[in-house]
Each structure stands twice: as structure tokens, then as C-alpha cells.
């Protein structure tokens, strides 16, 4: 089956730092999508992409599709405490649900 | 962005008996509604799929009879947790796609399930 690969696992990062992680599928799919989620709370979508190329900023937040159409990447720029949960890279949609990747656990050292 | 509420938030049984989990879309109507299982410190697993008037589609490995899954109306499916054991505690949570298409989904909050 489909399988996303998302890095780094984990990221210490001192507040104000920028931060980016990626992922890589090992099939092509249509959309790459982006979410946070927060301890004991259902993730919430970030970013939605729908294009190869498409680059695409929500605030500090910036991801891009990759053209290969196998890859897309997360920027946060000027972190702050709150950026401080567990990303998710996930592809799919339509009937199949959601594949997620393994998530990249973001921390903010004092 | 579109609302989805789950309830219980969370919830502890004893070891045998059933749990129902509610998954409604608030402000949206939702053919079709998906259930994820998420154990500490992993990623999300797709469970279920729930589709409204027809049967239920699983994932490889997921026992039907154990989750099982009813879509009563465009705003809510159930899953129900059948003869819950310890194994069986973890994250719950459903997801509604996008009422302009299926690429996005939005996300309840959650269940905690504990069983002992």
C-alpha cells in the first residue's frame, strides 16, 4: 500500500527559529495535505495543495507540492510557542480516507 | 472551515462491555465519514469507512463485527466498540470530507477510549 515518508521525526528548535520538514510517498497522488495536531485534540488542517508546483502560505506557514508530484515540504517561519504539536503530512481523499505520515513532533526550547 | 463534534470526548469502561462513539457534522451534511485509531505517540489509522444508507468498508485487519459502524443520517455515524478490552484503548477519531469535494477532511476532536 501507500506509504509517506515524513521527517525529521522530531525538531528542538529555539522560539523565533525557522523550521522545515518533508515528506515523500511512494506513489503519486492528486493532493498533499498538511495538519497539526494539538495533545488530545483531532488534527486541524493546515494547508491543502492540489498542484504539482503549487506553493501555497497560510501566515508564517508556507508548504509546497513537489513537481515530481511525490513530495511537498512544511516551512514555519519565526516560530513561537504555540507552533509547539505534532505535524502531519497525509494524502488520499475521496472514498479510501486519509494516509498520514508518522508525524514530526515539533518542540520549542526555552 | 467545516465543524465536526465527537462525543464522548472520553470515556472509561470496564473490560467487556460495548462503547458507542457519536461523530456528528454540525453545520454540513456528510454521505460519508471516515474513523481513525490513533495509539499514544503514533500517527493516525484509518479504520473505517462509514458511508450513509449502505454498509460500512474496512480496513485490512479491522474486525467489523468488533467496531461496528452505523451512518443513521447525513449528520452522524456512530461507532460502537463491541466487548471493549484493554487493547482496544486508544485515540478515536472521525473525519467528514469536504462538502466542495473529498481531498480535505475535517477532523472531530477525539475520543479517549480507556478500557480496564
Known amino acids: 500500500g501507500q506509504q509517506l515518508n515524513q521527517s525529521p521525526q522530531s525538531m528542538f528548535i529555539q522560539e523565533g527559529e525557522d523550521v522545515s520538514m518533508n515528506c515523500t510517498s511512494s506513489s503519486i497522488f492528486n493532493t498533499w495535505l498538511w495538519y497539526k495536531q494539538d495533545p488530545g485534540e483531532g488534527p486541524v488542517l493546515l494547508i491543502a495543495l492540489y498542484k504539482a508546483g503549487e506553493l501555497t502560505s497560510n501566515g508564517r506557514l508556507t508548504a509546497q507540492f513537489g513537481i515530481t508530484r511525490k513530495d511537498s515540504f512544511l516551512n514555519i517561519s519565526a516560530s513561537i510557542p504555540s507552533d509547539v504539536g505534532i505535524y502531519f503530512c497525509?494524502?488520499?481523499?475521496?472514498?479510501?480516507?486519509?494516509?498520514f505520515g508518522k508525524g514530526t513532533h515539533l518542540i520549542i526550547q526555552p | 472551515g467545516a465543524v465536526v463534534s465527537q462525543h464522548p470526548s472520553r470515556v472509561i469502561c470496564k473490560s467487556g462491555t460495548s462503547v458507542k462513539i457519536e461523530c456528528r457534522s454540525l453545520?454540513?451534511?456528510?454521505?460519508?465519514m471516515f474513523w481513525y485509531r490513533q495509539f499514544p505517540k503514533q500517527s493516525l489509522m484509518l479504520m473505517a469507512t462509514?458511508?450513509?444508507?449502505?454498509?460500512?468498508?474496512?480496513e485490512q485487519g479491522v474486525e467489523k463485527d468488533k467496531f461496528l459502524i452505523n451512518h443513521a443520517s447525513l449528520t452522524l455515524s456512530t461507532l460502537t466498540v463491541t466487548s471493549a478490552h484493554p487493547e482496544d484503548s486508544s485515540f478515536y477519531i472521525c473525519?467528514?470530507?469536504?462538502?466542495?469535494?473529498?481531498?480535505?477532511?475535517?477532523f472531530g476532536p477525539g475520543t479517549r477510549l480507556l478500557v480496564l
Open positions: 453545520d454540513f451534511q456528510a454521505t460519508t
Open positions: 497525509a494524502q488520499g481523499g475521496g472514498a479510501d480516507g486519509l494516509t
Open positions: 462509514s458511508n450513509e444508507g449502505s454498509k460500512a468498508t474496512y
Open positions: 473525519s467528514a470530507p469536504d462538502f466542495l469535494g473529498q481531498e480535505t477532511q475535517y
